[in-house]
């Protein structure tokens, strides 16, 4: 098979291809191909040359539709049949589900119609041939348990008849040749001699040899080689399929060539009752046997007790026990009256003609047999005869015994001797009873093959099957049973062919009390009339009242009782004011259907003894709760509920009852208070009650209350109790951490009191350090006075004179040095302007050595003042700092 990427358009109504075709070039157009959904593209068909008839464009159109409709068919059923139908591309899986879909449906339609119409429509009984068919379309869901791999649905195949699995036929061909193999094998001891059956993989249904499979034949098995149809159910030859109908009913199956079991049969049969009474009802075929449940009464082979049991088919035989004697008279015993004819297990001991020995029969009727001994007698080999009395034994005569052994060819090689020869055990080549094997074996033993005989006999009915048959087989010992006309009695003849004899048998009509009887032939007795009688009527009557209206004897049941009932009503003492209701018709469904196919019938009237309706005499009778008295009927006597609130207080003493109007009794008392406990809390609790709706006070709170100290830092727990009950000083103390105040005051220091409520207060206590302005004279106050100053002294005031002098000489200083560099710099600059002309050359190199001298200066000057001044500055700090720090 080709792979799935080179079949081109699989699915989508496209053709497929051979490498041919597939060689060849695009073309730009497809005359005649098929679209999604099997549509035809005719407008791509090339425009015949000029003189073209419009019969032969016609032809040419039409030629290209049948193409295009035969590779669609080919590709469906290419497609179908392939592993791969589940992996098309998801595109193409919404466009055709619904077309998969109803020409499924379509064809499950097509195959049950013939059985539809039958059933009015009714598909119930078609559930499970549907799933076979329905699996059929589905790939992998079917799959063959001999080689494990999905059967396709253009795949011969062969369906087993008992479990209706389908497998591979050249899978099943192997199996069944196999099996055979195995099993002749092991057993046979003539190897591949015998045949032997096969079993089905799944179910082990045993096959003949006969029916190994050979060819592939549809399902009903009309149609060698089926072709795949589409419209059909694979593997079907779309013909009825006329299988006979399991169990046998003489109706054939109605639906199409199917796979699995036969559905019920859906025709409609009249037929009677098991017993025969009751008149034929219109019944499905499938379900046509029904009982009238009326008493059999039918004479039992004992004849002396009728059947009791309801409406059936055979009766069985007698329940009841009778006193009864032994065949030879001696005992009686209680025993079953179905098996009257009994032996006491004694011998019976009468003594013989010949006066002598007695009679060793186990107990036997009429007279005993003649003494044994009493004839003339010979020795055991039989040789030699002599006429001794009974009384004396005949001694063996010492000659070869020669007698003919039980095989009837050979004789006996021992002496004359009592008792029976010994068995023949010479070794003879045997031929089997139907002359098919032959085999060396003891001259005793009968050789029987195996091999059962196929031919029907002589009733035409059923097989020999009797092994290793020679051909003349015995005449059929099963009994006929078949129904006799009469349909009350079975053929007791052996099976034979033909019809059966009449029903010999008589029956009495009789009326309905007895009086008047009428004989007829067995069978006759549905369609004859019971003999009119002129006795008054006899039957007791089936209700109450001791006696009916004389009325005369009628068939049937007599008429309902008409007469006032009278009984006394139960609780009460009044009595029943309706008419007698002890057998009143009422519709009842006695057949029971056996499936959704079943139509039902009529409905069917049975006599049932109704009830004494409740008795309706008003009596005055106070509610539970005492609100009103109202009549009640005498069955409802009692107190009863006006469906007004009850309205008495409830247990907690704050609310009443609502329920309806009631009676309060030990186990039926008012309803239970539900509601919370609405009493008001203590000032300053925010908690419920936790109890119940309850009479008294609530107890005290007991749950704790979550709330920040005054300085908002420390979560607090307080009983409720404490809090709500403390005055406003416990109060504070119970909202306190008993920390250190955590805010600062507006000195900037943090409050030094424990943990309290409101402000705190502005008398900051804490010891702070005030200086004077020069900050040599410093002293300590609290923060709450730190306004206050503190002045200089003379001390103070001569430091400070010192430093203002100081820092005026290092002014003076600093000013003298930078005169000396701007003067310097001045003199450099005016030496400079000076040099001029020839002269400059001349006296070069004096000027340079008097420049190289003041350059050297100057830089010392400028090295020695980068250095002096700051050293000199922080000499002078050090020295004012200690001026001013010194006392």
Not at 64 to 74: D, G, K, P, T, W
Request: hydrophobic residues 20%; proline residues 9%; charged residues 25%.
């Amino acid at each position: 098979m080709e792979p799935a990427w080179r079949q081109q358009g699989r699915g989508r109504g496209r053709g497929h291809n051979g490498e041919g075709e597939r060689s060849r070039p695009p073309q730009k157009e497809r005359p005649g191909g098929a679209g999604r959904g099997g549509r035809m593209k005719t407008g791509a068909t090339p425009e015949p040359p000029p003189g073209t008839s419009i019969q032969s464009k016609f032809e040419e159109i039409r030629k290209s539709n049948q193409a295009a409709a035969q590779r669609l068919v080919e590709s469906q059923l290419s497609s179908s049949s392939s592993d791969d139908d589940d992996d098309d591309d998801e595109d193409d899986e919404d466009v055709t589900v619904d077309h998969k879909d109803g020409k499924r449906g379509r064809i499950l339609e097509s195959t049950f119609t013939t059985y539809t119409d039958q059933t009015g429509g009714d598909v119930t009984g078609l559930l499970r041939i549907g799933q076979y068919v329905s699996d059929l379309f589905q790939s992998g869901a079917l799959t063959c348990l001999i080689c494990i791999a999905s059967v396709k649905r253009t795949q011969a195949v062969w369906s087993c008849s008992s479990c209706f699995s389908l497998f591979h036929l050249p899978c099943i061909q192997k199996w069944a040749k196999d099996s055979a193999f195995l099993v002749s094998s092991v057993t046979d001891e003539d190897f591949g001699q015998k045949q032997h059956p096969w079993p089905c993989p799944k179910c082990r249904a045993e096959y003949p040899p006969s029916a190994k499979p050979h060819r592939y034949m549809c399902y009903c098995g009309k149609l060698q080689d089926p072709p795949a149809d589409p419209w059909l159910a694979p593997h079907s030859c779309g013909a009825v399929c006329q299988k006979e109908l399991r169990p046998t009913c003489g109706h054939t199956c109605l639906l199409l060539c199917h796979p699995g079991p036969c559905p019920p049969c859906p025709k409609m049969v009249s037929v009677s009752c098991l017993c025969g009474k009751a008149r034929p009802l219109p019944r499905r075929c499938s379900n046509k046997a029904w009982s009238c449940q009326q008493q059999c009464n039918k004479l039992l082979p004992c004849k002396q007790h009728t059947c009791t049991q309801p409406c059936h088919t055979e009766c069985s035989p007698c329940p009841k026990v009778s006193v009864q004697r032994c065949v030879c008279g001696r005992e009686k015993a209680e025993r079953p009256c179905a098996d009257a004819t009994w032996n006491c297990q004694q011998v019976c001991g009468a003594p013989l003609s010949c006066g002598n020995h007695t009679c060793e029969v186990i107990c036997h009727d009429g007279v005993c047999p003649p003494c044994p001994r009493s004839v003339s007698r010979s020795c055991p080999c039989g040789k030699t005869k002599s006429s001794l009395p009974c009384t004396v034994e005949v001694m063996p005569c010492g000659d070869t015994c020669e007698r003919r052994l039980s095989c009837g060819k050979h004789t006996c090689s021992m002496r004359c001797h009592r008792g029976g020869c010994e068995t023949c055990r010479q070794e003879v080549e045997k031929e089997c009873r139907c002359g098919k094997y032959r085999k060396l074996m003891p001259c005793h033993r009968e050789y029987l093959c195996d091999s059962k005989c196929p031919k029907t006999r002589s009733c035409q009915r059923h097989t020999c099957r009797r092994k290793c048959c020679p051909g003349n087989c015995p005449p059929c010992d099963q009994s006929c049973g078949r129904t006799l006309g009469c349909r009350n009695h079975k053929c007791p003849s052996g099976c034979h062919q033909g019809s059966c004899y009449p029903c010999p048998e008589t029956v009495e009509v009789r009326c309905s009390c007895g009086s008047t009887v009428l004989t007829v032939p067995c069978g006759r007795e549905r369609t004859t009339k019971p003999p009119r009688c002129k006795e008054p009527c006899r039957c007791p009557p089936t209700c109450h009242h001791p006696s009916r209206e004389t009325h005369r004897c009628h068939p049937g049941p007599c008429r309902p009782c008409k007469q006032t009932c009278l009984l006394l009503l139960p609780g009460c003492t009044h009595t029943c004011p309706e008419p007698c209701h002890d057998l009143v018709l009422v519709k009842s469904q006695q057949v029971q259907l056996s499936g959704p196919w079943e139509q039902p019938s009529g409905p069917a009237f049975v006599k049932k003894a109704l009830p004494c309706p409740p008795c309706q005499v008003p009596i005055p009778t106070a509610c539970f709760g005492e609100h009103e008295v109202s009549p009640v009927p005498c069955h409802r006597q009692g107190r009863f509920s006006c469906s007004r609130p009850c309205g008495r207080p409830l247990t907690c003493g704050n609310h009443s009852c609502t329920k309806d109007c009631h009676l309060v009794t030990g186990g039926n008392k008012c309803e239970v208070c539900e509601e919370g406990c609405s009493k008001p809390r203590p000032l300053g609790c925010p908690h419920t009650c936790p109890r119940p709706c309850h009479p008294g006070d609530c107890p005290t709170c007991s749950q704790m209350i979550r709330q920040r100290c005054h300085c908002k830092i420390s979560l607090l727990y307080v009983e409720c109790r404490k809090l709500t009950s403390a005055d406003e000083e416990t109060k504070v103390k119970l909202g306190s951490c008993n920390n250190q105040c955590p805010r600062e005051l507006s000195c900037g220091h943090r409050c030094k009191q424990v943990c309290h409520p409101g402000k705190c207060e502005e008398k900051c206590q804490q010891k702070v350090k005030i200086r004077c302005s020069c900050r040599r004279i410093k002293k300590e106050f609290p923060c709450s006075q730190s306004d206050q100053s503190v002045e200089c002294d003379d001390t103070c005031r001569d430091q400070q004179r010192r430093a203002d002098q100081l820092k005026e000489a290092e002014q003076r200083a600093a000013q003298e040095e930078e005169q000396k560099k701007l003067q310097g710099e001045l003199e450099a600059f005016e030496k400079r302007q000076q040099r001029g002309g020839g002269r400059r050359n001349k006296k070069r190199g004096r000027r340079e050595e008097v420049d190289d001298g003041g350059g050297r200066a100057g830089r010392w000057w400028r090295c020695a003042a980068i250095v002096l001044v700051p050293l000199g500055g922080a000499l002078l700090s050090a020295a004012a700092y200690y001026l001013l720090t010194t006392p």
